[in-house]
């Protein structure tokens, strides 16, 4: 059997640069059945000890990986790719910590809930390795598929769901748009190809009747990708899945998916369609810009702080697209990485705050901030080093990951878009400073807050201690992120 | 053998059909049958561009496609059918808890 015999082969070479995300589907699949009969579907704490230790391994496991390219050009493993699987899976061992005070007021099972988010979490590795669009579109969706899960997760409470349908039904729509365009590209290079590399250079020589063709295609890919990261206009979904959604949740949807899609972004429209930009520079500039000032004006009115940092991170998406337009894809794909990494921390850390305060009931408020500086002066200002360093406020590290953003787009020539961006900045600290004000000057309500749980605790101690000391390095960062992210 | 124009033509008849239906029908089933339809228009492009260039790849990816429709139908099921028990309706008007 010779055919056999050579696909045996094959699958020996190139499995070692799949180690880690197979090994995460296995275990998770595990975890269902046949672990629940051996731990015990009711055993919340040892659930949430097996799944930390699997997504750690499955992360160790794939950092180790080979470079490399395998599965007849379909996945790639280069340091951009280990950077970004570095970020989800980070985004994931922050979000299972996260869930416990949550899940162990629930009484629903938490066995799935975290199936789930390893399930997604390995979408999330395969996709930002993805140099193929068929590779790339169906890890996307073995990503998204489990978050619309996890999103409706708390059945019995009405908004949850409401969020989850809302999210659903939006992205089935975005995913078909994705699709046809897919098709489209694959039509206009004669049925012969997805491959990125091979796509580069057959869309660039494509014939005057197949240009409508590859416009229509690149367009519908990028509106694919638009819908997957909630640029401004395709960003009705966010919202209100952000605050629908249990809030460990909402901090997984605004750091890991959103890390993965955009490592994506720039891999497919910086490789893939690098020789057709012309296409698709003027579409994308417009995305930014708009998702700039409807992320930063729309969060000014906001009550709830869900609703704050969704639309807050709708504005962070539009500054990351500025690395997604620069022309030098490795470039951009570091500066994205850099500014993604210090998101997740400053992110991680206030969803940390909100978590505790928020306890059992829905008290996500601003008002609920309240005199926290009197109350709780630790947890106050930690909360301030997030949100001001969120605001890219120098020197705090939030600062220099902005800065080099920005110094790379006027490098590229995006003057333009560069100054918007620098103006919502501004615009930005106010609202986030408008929540400092209110921890700070305001009179605190009765009643006495109860201690942090040593999890939470720990997330916030560490993701407050590494802004400060990234703030001590700023100026090296950059370096560093280069030497990372070339593997 | 239909020319590969025709092909283009009628699965765009079949995307703007499903994308029509996605946004002006509310009924929560409806809106996802018309989701599988966009799927479809572009699994008909991929079958026909796969056979015009004699290759199988194309036909591979439609074939994942379905499988992926498959399991993107159960789990939109799955939420429609939490939405009813706890709304006892899937009209996507009345749906309206979360805004801002």
């Known amino acids: 059997m010779p055919f056999a015999q050579s696909l045996l082969e094959s699958l020996g070479r190139d499995l070692p640069y799949l180690y880690g995300p197979l090994f995460l589907v296995f275990a998770a699949t595990l975890m269902i059945w046949p672990g629940d009969l051996l731990v015990g579907r009711t055993n919340k704490r040892a659930w949430s000890y097996v ?40 985004a994931g061992l922050i979000t299972i910590v996260l869930s416990q005070p949550q899940l162990n007021a629930l009484r629903e099972q938490t066995v799935e809930y975290y199936a789930l988010i390893l399930f997604s979490t390995a979408g999330m590795m395969l996709l930002v390795g993805a140099t193929d669009l068929v590779s790339m579109y169906f890890s996307l969706e073995l990503m998204a598929l489990c978050i619309y899960v996890l999103v409706a ?18 992205g089935a729509f975005s995913s078909g748009i994705l699709l046809y365009g897919i098709s489209l590209l694959f039509a206009a290079t004669g049925g012969l190809t997805t491959n990125l590399a091979e796509l580069n250079e057959k869309l660039a020589l494509a014939t005057p009747n197949h240009t409508l063709l590859v416009f229509a295609g690149v367009l519908m890919v990028l509106v694919g990708f638009a819908f997957k990261v909630a640029a401004v206009p395709f960003h009705m979904w966010s919202p209100d899945a952000y605050e629908g959604a249990p809030t460990p949740i909402t901090a997984f949807m605004s750091m890991a998916p959103k890390a993965a899609a955009l490592g994506a972004f720039v891999r497919v429209f910086g490789t893939g369609f690098h020789g057709v930009s012309g296409e698709w520079m003027l579409p994308i500039s417009f995305l930014a810009g708009a998702s700039m000032v409807l992320g930063n004006v729309a969060a000014l009115r906001q009550q709830s702080l869900k609703r704050l940092l969704a639309y807050s991170s709708i504005a962070h998406v539009g500054y990351m697209l500025l690395g997604v337009m620069s022309a030098d894809a490795q470039a951009g794909g570091q ?20 978590i505790h305060l928020q306890g059992k009931g829905e008290g996500e408020r601003i008002d609920d901030f309240r005199g926290l500086a009197r109350r709780r002066p630790v947890l106050a200002f930690a909360m301030l080093v997030c949100l001001l360093s969120l605001a890219g406020i120098p020197p705090l590290v939030g600062f220099f990951s902005k800065f080099y953003l920005f110094k790379l787009a006027i490098e590229q020539g995006h003057i333009t878009l560069t100054v918007l961006a620098l103006l919502t900045s501004a615009v930005a600290a106010f609202y986030y400073l408008n929540v400092v004000a209110t921890m700070y000057f305001k009179e605190a309500p009765e009643g006495e807050l109860k201690p942090m749980g040593s999890g939470l605790a720990l997330i916030l101690t560490v993701t407050c201690a590494l802004i400060l000391v990234g703030t001590l390095f700023g100026p090296k960062l950059l370096d560093w992120t280069a030497k990372i992210t070339l593997g | 053998m239909p020319s590969m124009n025709m092909v283009l033509i009628f699965s765009f008849l079949l995307f703007s059909l499903g994308v029509v239906g996605v ?55 799955a939420i429609v059918v939490a939405l009813y028990r706890r709304k006892n309706t899937i009209t996507v008007d009345e749906i309206h808890l979360l805004k801002g």
């Open chain 1, 335 to 354: 500066a994205i990485w850099l500014y993604m990494l210090t998101y997740l921390l400053m992110q991680s850390g206030a969803f940390a705050i909100l």
């Open chain 1, 153 to 170: 997760y708390l059945r019995h409470q009405e908004r949850s769901v409401e969020a989850g349908m809302k999210y659903f039904m939006l």
């Open chain 2, 23 to 77: 946004l002006i029908r509310r009924n929560a089933l409806i809106i996802l049958m018309c989701a599988e339809l966009m799927l479809n228009a572009a699994n008909i492009n991929l079958i026909a561009f796969a056979r015009h260039s004699g290759t199988v790849a194309g036909q591979a990816f439609a074939l994942l496609v379905m499988g992926l429709a498959a399991a993107e139908v159960a789990i939109g099921l």
């Open chain 1, 51 to 90: 799944a930390f230790l699997v997504l750690a391994a499955g992360g160790a496991m794939a950092l180790y990986a080979p470079l490399g390219q395998g599965f007849s050009g379909m996945f790639r493993v280069d340091g951009l790719t280990k950077g970004f699987q570095f970020l989800s899976v980070l």
